[in-house]
């Protein structure tokens, strides 16, 4: 394996244009200023095998492509004293950095290169948000990377444009469907229409901050954050399988399992009356908004009566609560923090989940093999990979991830609030929960019989 090299894919005659910055851009843009160094942690990445290899112009040609296809690929953000602004720009150019390997190695190369990929920031004021990564098998392309900046693309919009990728690269004819491009979308938002939308949702907000509880934690509430917040992945086969098999029994889906097992699990140790989770909702609604690539997924606010109830039933009162949190995530998130700012005492809100799972369909991911629940739970694993930098009004942040096989839960936590032991205790609570239902369907199933 040789260093990679970086050469540039230009393109022009792009629609161009200047606008007000979109409610997701903002919210981005706030995030990763602040970030600094680790602004890269907020990047969107992903790939695609390419069979048959494709010569490396053709490859070029399919991500010019995208580039004038998708006008947030070619999107950079301008502070202008008063506001954030959008600039879309007609021409330019993006690297694509290149590496050569045998051609046994393309997917294990891929993958470390995506990570590389992965974590080299943007400027989102001077840089266009997209850079490119390909393997090189005896000259011929076997895998594309894609980075994007998280203003540019949340995770839905990636998978979208791996779908185009993938589209191009097999000769298929693009979807013909509208997409909503960010200026068109900024002009929604600030149009009355969208201004509506908005407030309706930052009511929602407000009146859930003021029925949910004041710690989800009591006992702990009030310390000062930790130095560091520890980072636990839990790595379950069992849990996979069992998921699919709960929402097919209850008949709700896998999304609706997975946060009331999350509810359950930190009410078993937390006590709280209510469980409030902000839950990233996708946004792709709205008519324009299922092919785009745009960052448009914001958090919703889930809010849960008696999380310690029969699992069940707390199951079909989540899929119930879960669509009122989608209802009412999009919004002004710049606005609603002001609202925020005005209340003596707001629920408790600093508790995140995040369902990534099927996103970026990789082979093998998230298809755990059909085994007995006992055989699978022998394998689950838990490990301590990293510790992050004190994340602000957080106590944890929960990402459901695909794995191969498996299924991964990464909890990023306020040790001072949840230290390791808990931590533990959630995540191997949320597995217990849902794969002692899924024995329990079994048992009923089998007795039918």
């Given at each position: 394996?040789?260093?990679?090299?970086?050469?540039?894919?230009?393109?022009?005659?792009?629609?161009?244009?200047?606008?007000?910055?979109?409610?997701?851009?903002?919210?981005?843009?706030?995030?990763?200023?602040?970030?600094?160094?680790?602004?890269?942690?907020?990047?969107?990445?992903?790939g695609?095998?390419?069979?048959?290899?494709?010569?490396?112009d053709?490859?070029?040609?399919?991500?010019?492509?995208?580039?004038?296809?998708?006008?947030?690929?070619?999107?950079?953000?301008?502070?202008?004293?008063?506001?954030?602004?959008?600039?879309?720009?007609?021409?330019?150019?993006?690297?694509?950095?290149?590496?050569?390997?045998?051609?046994?190695?393309?997917t294990?190369?891929?993958?470390?290169?995506?990570?590389?990929?992965?974590?080299i920031?943007?400027?989102?004021?001077?840089?266009?948000?997209?850079?490119?990564?390909?393997?090189?098998?005896?000259?011929?392309?076997?895998?594309?990377?894609?980075?994007?900046?998280?203003?540019?693309?949340?995770?839905?919009?990636?998978?979208?444009?791996?779908?185009?990728?993938?589209?191009?690269?097999?000769?298929?004819?693009?979807?013909?469907?509208?997409?909503?491009?960010?200026?068109?979308?900024?002009?929604?938002?600030?149009?009355?229409?969208?201004?509506?939308?908005?407030?309706?949702?930052?009511?929602?907000?407000?009146?859930?901050?003021?029925?949910?509880?004041?710690?989800?934690?009591?006992?702990?509430?009030?310390?000062?954050?930790?130095?560091?917040?520890?980072?636990?992945?839990?790595?379950?086969?069992?849990?996979?399988?069992?998921?699919?098999r709960?929402?097919?029994?209850?008949?709700?889906?896998?999304?609706?399992?997975?946060?009331?097992?999350?509810?359950?699990?930190?009410?078993?140790?937390?006590?709280?009356?209510?469980?409030?989770?902000?839950?990233?909702?996708?946004?792709?609604?709205?008519?324009?908004?299922?092919?785009?690539?745009?960052?448009?997924?914001?958090?919703?606010?889930?809010?849960?009566?008696?999380?310690?109830?029969?699992?069940?039933?707390?199951?079909?009162?989540?899929?119930?609560?879960?669509?009122?949190?989608?209802?009412?995530?999009?919004?002004?998130?710049?606005?609603?923090?002001?609202?925020?700012?005005?209340?003596?005492?707001?629920?408790?809100?600093?508790?995140f989940?995040?369902?990534?799972?099927?996103?970026?369909?990789?082979?093998?991911?998230?298809?755990a093999?059909?085994?007995?629940?006992?055989?699978?739970?022998?394998?689950?694993?838990?490990?301590?990979?990293?510790?992050?930098?004190?994340?602000?009004?957080?106590?944890?942040?929960?990402?459901?991830?695909?794995?191969?096989?498996?299924?991964?839960?990464?909890?990023?936590?306020?040790?001072?609030?949840?230290?390791?032991?808990?931590?533990?205790?959630?995540?191997f609570?949320?597995?217990?929960?849902v794969?002692?239902?899924a024995?329990?369907?079994?048992?009923?199933?089998?007795?039918?019989?």
């Amino acid at each position: 394996m040789r260093l990679h090299r970086v050469e540039q894919i230009a393109f022009a005659e792009g629609r161009s244009g200047t606008g007000p910055a979109t409610w997701g851009q903002s919210a981005i843009w706030d995030v990763v200023r602040r970030l600094g160094d680790d602004a890269a942690r907020y990047n969107v990445s992903g790939g695609l095998p390419l069979d048959p290899p494709l010569p490396l112009d053709e490859l070029a040609g399919l991500v010019r492509a995208l580039l004038l296809r998708h006008d947030s690929l070619r999107t950079t953000l301008r502070w202008d004293g008063d506001r954030l602004e959008q600039v879309v720009h007609a021409g330019g150019a993006i690297d694509l950095h290149v590496r050569s390997c045998s051609p046994d190695d393309v997917t294990a190369t891929a993958y470390a290169f995506y990570h590389e990929l992965q974590a080299i920031p943007f400027d989102a004021e001077r840089e266009l948000p997209v850079r490119a990564g390909v393997v090189t098998a005896g000259g011929r392309a076997g895998y594309l990377i894609l980075s994007l900046s998280h203003t540019a693309s949340d995770g839905w919009g990636l998978r979208n444009l791996l779908a185009d990728a993938a589209a191009l690269a097999a000769g298929r004819p693009l979807s013909a469907d509208e997409r909503t491009q960010p200026l068109e979308e900024a002009a929604y938002q600030t149009s009355d229409k969208g201004r509506r939308r908005d407030a309706a949702a930052r009511r929602a907000w407000l009146d859930k901050l003021g029925r949910g509880p004041a710690s989800q934690f009591p006992d702990r509430a009030g310390r000062p954050p930790a130095a560091a917040f520890p980072n636990a992945v839990l790595n379950s086969p069992a849990l996979a399988l069992a998921l699919e098999r709960v929402a097919a029994g209850l008949e709700v889906n896998q999304g609706a399992v997975l946060l009331a097992a999350a509810a359950g699990a930190a009410a078993r140790l937390g006590s709280a009356p209510e469980a409030l989770f902000q839950v990233v909702v996708n946004n792709r609604f709205l008519p324009g908004m299922a092919g785009a690539v745009n960052t448009i997924a914001q958090e919703g606010l889930l809010l849960l009566p008696d999380p310690a109830e029969d699992f069940p039933g707390l199951v079909r009162r989540t899929f119930g609560a879960a669509l009122s949190a989608q209802r009412h995530a999009y919004y002004d998130k710049l606005a609603l923090a002001r609202d925020l700012a005005g209340l003596v005492a707001p629920a408790d809100h600093s508790c995140f989940v995040n369902d990534t799972r099927g996103l970026i369909p990789i082979d093998g991911y998230g298809r755990a093999p059909d085994e007995p629940l006992a055989e699978a739970l022998a394998r689950t694993t838990l490990s301590w990979p990293v510790e992050h930098a004190p994340r602000r009004n957080t106590t944890f942040a929960l990402d459901a991830q695909d794995a191969p096989g498996s299924l991964e839960l990464a909890m990023t936590a306020d040790a001072a609030v949840l230290p390791r032991p808990d931590m533990e205790r959630i995540l191997f609570g949320i597995e217990d929960l849902v794969v002692t239902q899924a024995l329990a369907l079994e048992k009923t199933s089998a007795g039918h019989r």
